[in-house]
């Protein structure tokens, strides 16, 4: 039995066994370690989407160790994160064992990584993962015949299922703790050597290259990769043949694909079936007929579930809310506050901002987080992303590019992270601009609930299309304007599935907790400091000094681009801080302040202003966290740039769109 821990102790987890998750992309690593640990692991159906190392701690039967999860990779030399190659974080993470997760139903593409790490001379053991879609496609694994073709230990998994992860890692802790105790001095060292499956000529190159590593670093710096490896055989982290089968692994590449063929054959079973839907399907809607109007229907329809569902959810949210919640508190504030000044300040935090959230976060980010985590469930956005592969080409970066944009949807933060997976940093700096233009799901509440509602489910749409427009315009100047080149890459294509209930509530759950946790805080003190200074009068003078400039450049009151500064700590808050001015309006600051009355835009702002709010609240600046994220990745000069292009981007639009609407 599997069981689940809570945050690593570093003192205690130190001295722990460690695991390495290796696979290639999209083969469900990321499942299976949430599987393994019984915890939530962020995990999509769309290859690359693993960038940095994800580290859980398990319990098998008494015997505990650690998971690490790697980033997705084809082979050894790839770069599959950062500028470093695989097999340095590999090393890096310091395992004891690896765990290899294969494709069951491609055994042929995935062996060779298998093989490269069974060459390393570490304890391994091969996970043959999505059993289910092999037998589905008429695939039968013998595992048994395949362990002894490898001589190691071939369990056949499904992580989505549970099937055969428990048995797997049972193997890998086992073999981990055998290793670890060698390396403590606690047991005896035993072979390291793989049986040989290359042919004589290369085994004696190998011997050659392992015995020259085994002499030590040449350099002090110890730079150069093979000072690397030198390195890594002196400190025990490797074996010399493993070291040299780094050394000379595109010479071996060949061979270890002419292996993986004649063994995939050997164990693999084929039934005659009919060819699954989902293939099917997929050969569909990655062809531009129908591909493309099916795309444009998946996003109306996302879009219109969130609408109809988040409009109905705020409705009786906010209703149930009017009638029992804010009558009870603000008679608790009144009774407790003897200031009537203070008093309505709370208000507009305990009342009006929580209903601000109410109104918003369950409604629309939690429905937009459902829609959206479906979506990547079932493998779908890289199919569109598919589609959209000569467009990148446009903006200057590969079909991998798509990956770090399609999670934008969700989050900015996560998104520039994935940038990693991008080989240069002028690709990076084109991706992480393009990120802070997508619309993520704190800018889809925005746009679906302060224009939806009010404008309509065209005028919502014609947002997403102006802003979407806009990520295009910008991409393509800035692929002109920065030097180099882009080189042609596809991007690996995910199969179709259908999606786990389960693990899509899970997924749209974590994520919405992750916002309410950090964003109701920013809520109650934006609002208590805002409504301090409305109730007090000091935003009079304020008000009177900015409307005319905030109204004649872009035809919005102060309160709007007040709010929209506030959006810098969470995008949410420009929405929510509105939402509370209209709450306000609509009462009447004398009778009774933030709570007592149903929120409402239109108090607010009129039809066009609403529009050009939600579009400017939308693209100005990143806020806090994502602009954090872009200097650690990028570094502070192309953060800068990417922050001002974004103010200016907005003023620039906010002002086109207020003269195109007459409101300015």
Not at 193 to 215: N, S
Not at 290 to 308: D, E, H, I, Q
Not at 309 to 334: D, K, Q, Y
Not at 478 to 489: D, E, F, K, S, V
């Amino acid at each position: 039995m599997l069981h689940r821990h809570g945050a690593p102790d570093p003192a205690t987890d130190a001295s722990l066994p460690r695991i390495a998750l290796v696979g290639r992309p999209n083969v469900g690593k990321s499942t299976f370690l949430a599987r393994a640990s019984r915890a939530y692991v962020e995990a999509s159906n769309a290859p690359g989407t693993t960038v940095r190392l994800e580290q859980r701690r398990v319990d098998t039967g008494g015997d505990a160790a650690l998971l690490v999860d790697l980033p997705g990779t084809r082979s050894l030399d790839d770069v599959p994160a950062g500028d470093e190659p695989f097999w340095q974080t590999l090393l890096d993470a310091r395992p004891d064992a690896i765990l290899v997760i294969v494709d069951a139903g491609d055994l042929t593409r995935h062996l060779p990584l298998a093989l490269a790490c069974r060459d390393l001379g570490l304890p391994v053991v091969v996970a043959a993962n999505l059993v289910d879609e092999a037998r589905g496609a008429g695939i039968d694994v013998d595992a048994g015949r395949l362990g002894q073709l490898l001589a190691l230990p071939v369990v056949a998994t499904c992580a989505r299922t549970g099937e055969g992860v428990d048995g797997a890692l049972r193997g890998a802790v086992a073999r981990a703790r055998q290793r670890a105790a060698v390396r403590e001095g606690m047991r005896s060292p035993r072979g390291t050597i793989p049986a040989p499956v290359y042919p004589a000529d290369v085994e004696a190159r190998l011997a050659a290259a392992g015995a020259a590593l085994a002499q030590g670093p040449r350099s002090l710096g110890a730079a150069a990769a093979s000072d690397v490896l030198a390195a890594a055989v002196a400190a025990g982290s490797i074996s010399p043949r493993g070291a040299a089968t780094i050394q000379l692994g595109r010479d071996l590449a060949p061979r270890r694909a002419e292996v993986a063929e004649r063994w995939a054959d050997e164990v693999e079973h084929r039934r005659d079936v009919p060819e699954p839907l989902a293939d099917r399907i997929a050969r569909r809607v990655t062809a531009p007929w129908p591909g493309l109007p099916l795309f444009v229907l998946a996003t109306v329809g996302s879009f219109a579930a969130v609408v109809m569902v988040g409009g109905l959810l705020s409705s009786v949210l906010t209703s149930v809310w009017m009638a029992t919640v804010s009558p009870a508190l603000t008679a608790i504030v009144s009774a407790v506050v003897p200031v009537p000044t203070v008093a309505n300040a709370l208000l507009w935090a305990v009342d009006g901002g929580l209903l601000a959230m109410l109104a918003v976060g369950i409604p629309y980010v939690l429905t937009f987080y459902l829609v959206l985590a479906a979506l990547e469930d079932t493998g779908y956005l890289t199919s569109a992303a598919v589609l959209m592969d000569r467009l990148f080409g446009f903006l200057g970066l590969p079909g991998r590019a798509a990956i770090p944009l399609l999670t934008a949807t969700g989050c900015n933060v996560p998104a520039v992270h994935g940038t990693r997976i991008l080989r240069t940093q002028r690709e990076r700096v084109i991706a992480g601009w393009l990120v802070t233009l997508m619309p993520c799901s704190a800018r889809s509440a925005i746009l679906i609930a302060a224009v939806a509602p009010f404008l309509g489910f065209g005028a919502a749409m014609a947002a997403f299309v102006i802003i979407g427009g806009l990520a295009i315009l910008t991409g393509i100047g800035a692929n002109a304007m920065i030097p180099g080149r882009q080189p042609a890459l596809v991007l690996e294509l995910s199969p179709l599935r259908l999606p786990i209930a389960g693990h899509v509530w899970a997924k749209a759950w974590h994520r919405f907790r992750a916002f309410v946790v950090t964003a109701t805080p920013y809520m109650l003190v934006g609002s208590f400091i805002v409504g301090l200074a409305y109730e007090s009068g000091a935003w009079q003078p304020v008000a009177e000094a900015l409307d005319p400039v905030t109204m004649s450049w872009m035809g919005l009151p102060a309160v709007a681009v007040v709010a929209i500064v506030f959006a810098f700590l969470r995008k949410e808050l420009a929405l929510q801080l509105l939402l509370v001015f209209g709450a306000v309006e609509l009462a009447g600051a004398a009778a009774g302040g933030a709570g007592s009355s149903a929120s409402d835009l239109t108090a607010v702002l009129g039809p066009a202003q609403l529009f050009v709010f939600a579009i400017v609240a939308s693209i100005s600046i990143p806020c806090v966290a994502t602009l954090a994220t872009l200097r650690a990745e990028l570094g502070g000069r192309a953060a800068t740039a990417i922050a001002l292009g974004s103010m200016l981007l907005a003023v620039t639009v906010g002002i086109g769109l207020a003269h195109a609407l007459g409101i300015a």
